[in-house]
């Protein structure tokens, strides 16, 4: 029972990046049209969002210790970096220690500008294009994206740590009534869950309850009816598109302590997704949640050893199984809507 | 009237004996002038270094790249000379190879095997590479080593640690200077009894490729001679980039060691995953539970951070070892480049040096005069102490290094120490070792 609860628990943080990222792909869908193969790039470059402040945070004048030698028998340069030079060890230590958090303000407006961007600048010209094209198009810029980070940050992962209060790992097992040490899970995956659970709620409660939701939800429902009101729903779009951009970013900046970031993390989880966003339903943003939570389950019993004995590489191929059980029983998705991708 | 004596057979008699007169002396030419493959014939020689430019072991293959432009700068008479002082062979003069100045060309493995393979073929055909050497994988070194054999050139490995390359899959014209994972199973196995005791159960993680499965079998095998129990090995998928769900299990498994047969971004975020669910805290059959990474690479752990803090496992070499050869290379490369240098920078380093040795003590490019140059070459003064090419697999026999992630870093360079330094004879095996069991070297091919 508590292996159970542990893939349980393990499959709902999986399945928080998943719906994150699918939840972004379905709003850039949904509106525009597009399907945006650069999607798991945004989530890239928002986790190196995290690098970058932990950089800037980080950076240092060097002065020479007589006392200490470096690799070659030289003085050694002894780094102290500005934020605790200026702010004192204790005020700007804390600072360095939270880069993470910090870089959740940081991400925001960088993903919105790069979202804004990559739509005026590539995307709105294969609006009228086929999905193929738009494919390639948003897969060559998501190959050349990740080369630019390669070369600035190299091919390695980069170690970016969580603050050092939601270090470690919390006994859930005690709360549930196990023996202590049964069902450990660390801090920081239960905050990506409920950070994930926020941004997926804050992203319904703005289509759900403000004016300009309610526009884009008409737009997605009947874009033509909408333009023949007079409402600029192209301009509208654009802006979702720098939030999808942006809700990518927050779950890539969130995960930076999870795994080390490196420049090929977006592609890792993009084919992933978007068997989410299928599965879900083409268009449907409940589906996209759904969809991602379901299948990070999924994933995560098949790594279960008792179920790997009896269906060896299970893990590796689950969610293209579940995917096609789905699509022959329900060709349109989970939640997907009548009319979408079907023309 | 004439009568001409002319007949058909006759004709073709002629024509057969007067063309073959007339191809004779070009059949020996041609023979002479391509007695093997890429025989260097004006004054330089062009080596082919096939290191990963771009993929996931970019950074590796960048700091082999550095070392092979250093070897070839030392090799050709320019800089300090490194290790070609401190070298017991006193064959090399710094003027190139038996005179003729080095050139190289390199090849982007992507750490693919087919794209390795092109590329050494590329620089082979095109450049005339008369040796190919580099690689930070045992998939892509195991595959060039097939194509050099093939092609008639020389293969001196780069980073591969799978006891594949020099076992089932080893070749008369691959060489191999790196370690194996039977070594790393001999070298850490009685550090482990001495750190952990002789009752332990062990759980593995293992990569599900050539170089996973061939160091799980080592580790097994050595913990399990010392009495280890093994609880379970599960293999993960390489493109895992999330380890929780293969490390939860784990903690209700009984077991109280986790090996993590990884390397690379696999290493580096199933070591990052174990940490983070605290299996460093826990305490499983009233024992600390500990974590074992056998393959260790300085530029890997970096990217681990402070997860490698007190973490076991073994390297073929480290910067920060204090013999002269070690400290020769350190303050040559670390001049040059402004860091020291890693393993895999070392190995090929030494490659290059090796390779190049041997043509001058044989006095030939021949790719067979060099393999018999180096088959049974015993050396000094490269960094691992006294060391043996064997001839009967082409597998270095030198020192191996156990190490452990450092607690208190100096410096982001100094990431490992060095915990013990376990001599060459105790890592040494039969060259019919059944882990090593299924392959013939053949013959050498010169080709052309």
Redesign the interface.
Known sequence: MDAIILQILNGLDKGSAYALIALGLTLIFGTLGVVNFAHGALFMIGAFCAVTLSRILNLSYETIDPNKTDFLGNPAKVKTTYVEDWLGPDMGGAIIDWAVPLAILFSIPVMVAIGFVMERGLIKHFYKRPHADQILVTFGLAIVLQEIIKYFYGANPIPTGAPDVFRGSFDFGVMLGFDPNAIIYPYWRLVYFAFAAVIIGGVFAFLQFTTFGMVVRAGMADRETVQLLGINIDKRFTIMFGIAAAVAGLAGVMYAPINSPNYHMGMDFLVLSFVVVVVGGMGSLPGAVLAGFLLGVLESFASMNEIKSILPGIDQIIIYLVAIIILLTRPRGLMGRKGVMEE | MSKSNLTRRGLIKTSAIAGAGVALPTIFTASSAAAFTNEPTGGSVTLGFNVPQ??????EGADELRAYELAVEHLNGGGDGGMMNTFSSKALQGNGIMGKKVEYVTGDTQTKSDAARASAKSMIEKDGAIMITGGSSSGVAVAVQGLCQEAGVIFMAGLTHSNDTTGKDKKANGFRHFFNAYMSGAALAPVLQSLYGSDRKAYHLTADYTWGWTQEESIVASTEALGWETV?T?KT?L?A??F???I??V??SGADVLVLNHYG?NM??SL??AV???LR???VNGKNFEIVVPLYSR??A??????VKGIHGSTNWH??LTDDASKAF??SF??KYG??PSQAAHTCYCQTLLYADAVTRAGSFNPCAVGEALEGFEFDGLGNGKTLYRAEDHQCFKDVLVVRGKENP??E??LLEVVEVTPAAQVTYEPDHPMFAGGELGACNPGA
């Open positions: 771009t993929g996931p072991y970019a950074d379970n599960v998928p493109a980039t999330d929780s769900s293969y939860a299990p903690l209700n971004g580096v975020n990052t995953n983070q669910f605290g805290e826990k305490e530029l890997m970096r990217g681990a951070g402070e997860n910067w920060s350190v303050k670390g001049e860091f020291p100096t410096s360079f100094d």
